[in-house]
């Protein structure tokens, strides 16, 4: 039984936002989040040395998870952003408990609600849900939108080889990459869902070979979007957002800092494709480091 942590002291506008995945996923969320908030400060946790999260258990990933937190904790974060739909199924309860004091969020919720606005006013729409082995074995998507509208048809789907394929790097228009969503989606495109939920942070990265697949009358929804709006809806009701920027002016924005538990040139390489903009070569964490249960702050000092 973990202890309960206290309010976290000293937290200000100026503090960061800490947004963590299994590994290059959660950029797609630090996107959405600079794009709506560009003042906020993003520390970026991608635990690369032990992806994927999909095919772990609850146990295993609340772990993982918890580490990374308490070794970001002297940080004084404002908010903690889950942005891995395995790490929201399984993790994001428990957690919240644990750290009673530290603001919390996921993806799973954002995205229950993007699915269920984009069904509109069909008596029962067919909602598809790609996701990780985990994330459908949770059921919590089915139980997100069923809870927001209790009459949809939900199909879990997991797409297990994704995840591994786009940390390889594959492109796209890659033979293996179009072989995988060929052979993913057909069931969905023949149950005829009208919306598809990329129930996954890295899937949004085959987005338009996604919605070619799926053609013109389904809409893809990527969580991330309505994620950084429940963000900012979650600091603006603590006082907590920094003031607004003008998004033209980028010496205004707020500063991006990664940390990989493997290969940081390789996340910095990959991870701009997710990001849109270049990454500064995140730093290392052992994975040695996470478990032990102190980590002294000073080997985290952060830019002024
Ligand atoms: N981006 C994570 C998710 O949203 C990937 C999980 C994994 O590492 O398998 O589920």
């Keep these: 039984m973990q202890a309960r942590m206290p309010t976290v002291p000293g937290v200000t506008t100026h503090s960061p936002i800490i947004v963590l995945d299994s590994g290059l996923g959660g950029l797609t969320v630090v996107r959405a989040i600079q794009k709506a908030m560009p003042a906020e400060n993003i520390l970026y946790f991608g635990d690369t040395a032990r992806l994927p999260y999909g095919n772990k258990s609850a146990g295993t990933v609340t772990a993982f998870i918890r580490q990374i937190i308490n070794h970001l904790m002297?940080?004084?974060p404002k908010h903690v952003v889950i942005a891995c739909n395995t790490g929201t199924a399984l993790a994001l309860s428990a957690l919240r408990s644990e750290f009673g004091g530290l603001s919390i969020s996921g993806v799973i919720d954002p995205g229950a609600k993007a699915a269920v606005t984009a069904a509109g006013a069909k008596a029962v729409p067919a909602i598809g849900v790609i996701a990780t082995e985990a994330t459908v074995r949770s059921k919590a998507y089915e139980r997100a939108i069923l809870r927001r509208r209790n009459h949809a048809r939900v199909y879990l789907k997991p797409t297990p080889l994704l995840v591994p394929i786009i940390e390889d790097g594959r492109m796209a228009n890659d033979p293996l990459v179009r072989m995988a969503l060929g052979q993913y989606l057909q069931p969905l495109i023949e149950r005829k869902v009208d919306v598809l939920v990329l129930g996954c942070t890295h899937y949004p990265i085959f987005r338009d070979s996604i919605e070619d697949l799926m053609g013109p009358t389904v809409a893809v929804i990527d969580s991330a979007e309505q994620c950084a709006e429940d963000v900012a809806?979650?600091?603006k009701v603590r006082h907590l957002l920094k003031?607004?920027?003008?998004?033209?002016?980028?010496n205004a924005h707020g500063w991006l800092r990664?940390?990989?538990?493997?290969?940081p040139a390789r996340f910095a390489r990959l991870g701009s494709r997710f990001l849109g903009t270049p990454i500064e070569q995140p730093t290392w964490v052992s994975p040695d480091d996470l478990y032990s249960a102190a980590t002294p702050a000073a080997a985290l000092r952060l830019p002024a």
């Design 243 to 250: 003031p607004p920027v003008d998004p033209t002016d980028t």
């Design 74 to 76: 002297p940080q004084r």
């Design 233 to 235: 809806r979650r600091l």
């Design 258 to 263: 990664c940390f990989v538990t493997d290969d």
